[in-house]
């Protein structure tokens, strides 16, 4: 609650002098007359009369409260902040081929892509997200989704060897497409991260790039991997580690360059979990949704019911005086 004219709440200090006024008169007492003996008047009964003599001034004192109060035009005001967004559909692309578990990432490619990946994930939070994934083949982990919790859950679970090794990047590109294939989203883009070669899977990458070309989708391209070799864990049978052997990075670049080209995005090379972070924050300050926010400010003018409220007492003030106390004016 406020008051467009608070000022003039200083007049409820009149309120205490009037009722100390009407005090001091009550106990100075009004016209009398001379009388033999008061005994008969003490034992005379007292009717409803006597006990409501102080209700006229008491309801005066509350109607004159009131319209004071009225005057000051108290206002219950609300705020309201509206916010539009034009967000940016974003699908990651991420390669889980055994390839992803080599170590010249701490811990390991995977695990850091998927840390980075979860933090760009949270910077988004009116964007629209979806999550693919490939080896030898590629499906989808999430759809478009503004659930971070849920996809952050995913991103979280991934890992190698849960199909097929190998790498489809232009099964990875193509399943990422099909996501977006049906957005009306005024950005379309795909984040895809790999550290290999395409050796698998049915659609070659340049003509995945093309369909994305066609239907509008930016395609970001990461490669994954620190130049010359890198150190790749041995499995046995059991799935654990029994040896690291130093091998080649081998990852195309010139595949990944043609796809960014080809769709108006851009290739990048990432060599540590440092440079991989940083590509994600170039890749979000370029890819910047759109939020316009609105504030509101509703006024409800509340000074009519106390106005009233008043009025009633006043017309009760008049009822009690002049017809139940039955006072010549």
Do not use: C
């Not at 990075?249 to 440092?274: H, S």
């Amino acid at each position: 609650m406020e008051f467009a004219n608070p000022k003039i709440l200083w007049l409820l200090v009149v309120v205490p002098l009037w009722v100390a006024y009407y005090v001091w008169r009550s106990m100075q007492g009004g016209a009398s007359i001379v009388i033999s003996s008061t005994d008969s008047v003490r034992k005379a009964p007292r009717t409803i009369r006597y006990y409501l003599r102080h209700l006229p001034a008491i309801l005066r004192v509350m109607a004159l409260v009131l319209i004071i109060v009225a005057l000051a035009r108290p206002q219950t005001v609300e705020h309201e902040t509206k916010t539009t967004t034009e967000g940016i559909d974003i699908v990651l692309a991420v390669d889980i081929s055994t390839s992803m578990l080599a170590r010249d990432f701490k811990p390991d490619r995977l695990t850091a892509s998927k840390e980075v990946a979860a933090q760009f994930v949270a910077n988004r939070p009116g964007d629209r997200i979806g999550l693919v994934v490939f080896a030898g083949e590629a499906f989808t982990q999430s759809p478009l989704t503004t659930d971070q919790s849920s996809l952050q859950t995913l991103l979280g679970r991934l890992r190698s060897g849960i199909i097929n090794d190998g790498t489809a990047v232009g099964n990875g590109l193509a399943t990422a497409i099909n996501r977006l294939r049906e957005s009306d989203a005024k950005s379309k883009v795909i984040i895809l991260l790999t550290d290999g070669v395409n050796n698998s899977g049915q659609i070659a990458p340049v003509t995945a790039a093309d369909i994305a070309k066609e239907l509008g989708i930016k395609v970001y391209t990461i490669g994954v991997g620190r130049n010359g070799t890198a150190p790749y864990p041995i499995f046995n049978e059991r799935g654990r580690v029994v040896d690291v052997v130093e091998a080649k990075v081998e990852i195309d670049e010139k595949m990944l360059r043609q796809i960014a080209d080809k769709t108006g995005g851009e290739y990048f090379r990432a060599t540590d979990k440092n440079s991989l972070e940083s590509i994600y924050k170039q890749i979000d300050s370029m890819e910047k949704s759109s939020i316009d926010k609105f504030d509101i400010t509703h006024i409800h003018e509340e000074y009519l019911r106390y106005a009233m409220a008043a009025l009633l007492l006043l017309l009760m003030e008049f009822v009690v005086k002049y017809i139940v106390l039955k006072r010549i004016p």
